[in-house]
């Protein structure tokens, strides 16, 4: 299968991403960091997480995508891949992700890379979101077609839109032990911007005439049209798993 980053890194994408920050999506690991550490924080992006995730730690960013990564006086960035850490193993204390393991056609082998690196008892922060779970509403008969056709484009990008509800059993399979998790729903974007995003993800997929899901995807992005031009007030939150472990 191949794998991609479906949401793109056009401005909306981008915008949405350069607006977390660690007090935010990354509460629930700061504990975890002490001064001196290295920690590391996987599938970085643009860096809004990274730059304040643990201010007294030797702080390292990793992302697929040069192209993203920002330049910083405090924060290390480099250009890896999830599968292939470049570090020795047992030689970090701390990995955090949020929102890579939806998009990771292989997320057990990188649990795998992840706790080879880490040193024993070194601790992982991830968040991983669950559309299965996310609360949209009002719901209708396009805004449910326009979803399946989100979910289709990100599965053949090689990623899982319901990944959040499995990620705790793939950590333990990797062998982490103390899981703990915890869920957490988030207004990620305004109702009518999820309308907007959608469509314009599926106007992209459609954009190869030879997408093997051409009909389907035809069909969900005229439901995502005519969302995008009804759409009244409504609610958008979305589920994000929360999980800590230890190697």
């Known amino acids: 299968m191949l794998e991609g980053y479906m949401p793109g890194h056009g401005e909306d994408a981008w915008s949405m991403m350069a607006a977390r920050t660690a007090a935010e999506r990354a509460a629930f690991a700061r504990p975890l960091f002490a001064p001196g550490m290295r920690v590391l924080d996987l599938g970085c992006g ?3 997480i990274t730059e304040d995730l643990a201010p007294d730690a030797h702080v390292i960013g990793l992302d697929t995508y040069p192209a993203v990564l920002p330049i910083s006086s405090t924060v290390d960035y480099i250009a890896a891949s999830a599968y292939a850490l470049p570090f020795p193993d047992e030689s970090v204390d701390a990995v955090f992700s949020h929102a890579l393991f939806e ?27 669950d559309w299965s779970r996310a609360r949209v509403h009002p719901r209708s008969a396009n805004v449910d077609a326009a979803l399946r056709g989100h979910y289709l484009i ?20 990797a062998g982490f032990t103390t899981i703990t998790e915890r869920t957490r729903f988030r207004e990620d974007l305004p109702y009518r911007s999820l309308a907007t995003y959608i469509e314009s993800r599926l106007a992209a997929a ?6 093997p899901d051409h009909v389907q995807l035809t069909y969900a992005a005229r439901s995502a049209w005519s ?3 009804t759409a009244g007030p409504g609610d958008f ?7 800590t472990a230890t190697r």
Do not use: D, K, M, Y
């Not at 056609?105 to 991983?128: C, F, H, M, N, W």
């Open 103 to 129: 998009h990771l056609a292989q997320p057990l082998a990188a649990l795998t890379e992840i706790r080879r690196v880490l040193r024993p008892g070194g601790r992982l922060a991830l968040s991983t979101s």
């Open 154 to 173: 990100r599965r053949r990008a090689g990623g899982n839109p319901f990944a959040g509800r499995t990620i705790g059993t793939l950590v333990a399979e």
């Open 227 to 229: 969302w995008t031009r």
């Open 206 to 211: 459609l954009a190869t005439p030879t997408h």
């Open 46 to 48: 643009p860096g809004s």
């Open 237 to 243: 939150l979305q589920c994000w798993q929360e999980l």
